[in-house]
């Protein structure tokens, strides 16, 4: 059966992937919100979205939907939109009898995931997240091998990751604290939540370095100690790599060996949502 799937953020810079993922997975997109209306992208995937840039009216035509002949509510409300917004828009999904696909994080302080699970029990509906390195192959390979290996043993892990970013950074809602989390949850959630999901619990962790343009900790997990460096500064890339014109860089090394996962990203959106059509979300 098809499913219904409505979107927020839809011209945000994920929001590509999750449009590719509704198609692939054979449903549709039948409404989208945005602030800004640059969505012409739509076409590419949709072509019949009712698209509002107000929020209200968005709300109240998911709302109209679901009174309407049963088949035409949505099923899935999909959330691209910023960090500060997340909580809000998975409330949203709820009270309308949509289950949320919500990317990460799903709120910017954890107190607030309580009251989520609470409307969760409450409407009957899911939350789920992307967390799609946990679908990357060489990750489940990796996943595989520690599971079967001897408990004791800590690996030591450093991960490095640098993106470049422009000033328009600084002043979109990704440089503000209050409404990304920061560089930590900005650009490293998706790291950090794979070296828990590999390498157990969080024992200790400390942060050394935390300016508006890079970050750096430690981290203790069951199997590993970590050291990580996070940057949106260009000059922090190599200088091997900035020869080649690259403008990011990216290294996580278990034990003093690579760990390579550069190839395989061009569907792990799809087969997250294969998995949460499956009921074997995240």
């Known amino acids: 059966m098809t499913k219904n799937f409505a979107m927020t953020g839809v011209a945000g810079y994920i929001a590509p992937r999750h449009l590719q993922a509704i198609k692939d997975t054979g449903n549709q997109l039948i409404a989208a919100l945005d602030p800004q209306d640059s969505v012409g992208i739509l076409d590419s995937y949709f072509g019949d979205v009712a698209f509002f840039t107000e929020f209200e009216r968005f709300d109240r035509h998911i709302d109209k939907l679901r009174r309407e002949n049963a088949g ?48 969760e029990r409450e409407f009957g509906k899911r939350i789920y997240t992307i967390l799609q390195l ?55 959630i998706h790291f950090f939540d794979i070296l828990i999901w590999l390498f157990g619990n969080v024992q200790r962790q400390e942060v050394h370095l935390s300016t508006a343009t890079k970050t750096s900790g430690y981290i203790e ?36 060996q690579e760990i390579e996962f550069s190839d395989g990203f061009t569907d792990l959106h799809t087969q997250v949502y294969k998995r949460i059509l499956a009921g074997d979300g995240f």
Do not use: F
């Open 72 to 119: 035409s509510e949505i099923h899935y409300l999909t959330i691209c939109s910023p960090n500060y917004l997340h909580d809000a828009h998975i409330r949203l999904a709820l009270r309308v009898g949509a289950d949320a696909i919500c990317e990460k994080p799903l709120v910017l302080n954890p107190w607030n995931l309580d009251a989520l699970q609470e409307l």
């Open 134 to 188: 946990r679908v990357h192959p060489a990750m489940v390979a990796l996943k595989e091998k520690l599971d079967s290996a001897p408990t004791g043993n800590k690996h030591d892990i450093d991960l490095t990751y640098i993106t470049s970013r422009g000033k328009w950074y600084q002043i979109s809602w990704k440089g503000k604290i209050e409404q990304s989390g920061g560089l930590a949850t900005n650009i490293g």
């Open 221 to 256: 997990l069951e199997k590993a100690r970590v050291r990580w460096y996070l940057s949106i500064d260009s000059a922090d890339i190599p200088q091997d790599a900035q020869k080649t014109g690259k403008r990011t860089y990216r290294s996580l090394t278990m034990d003093g």
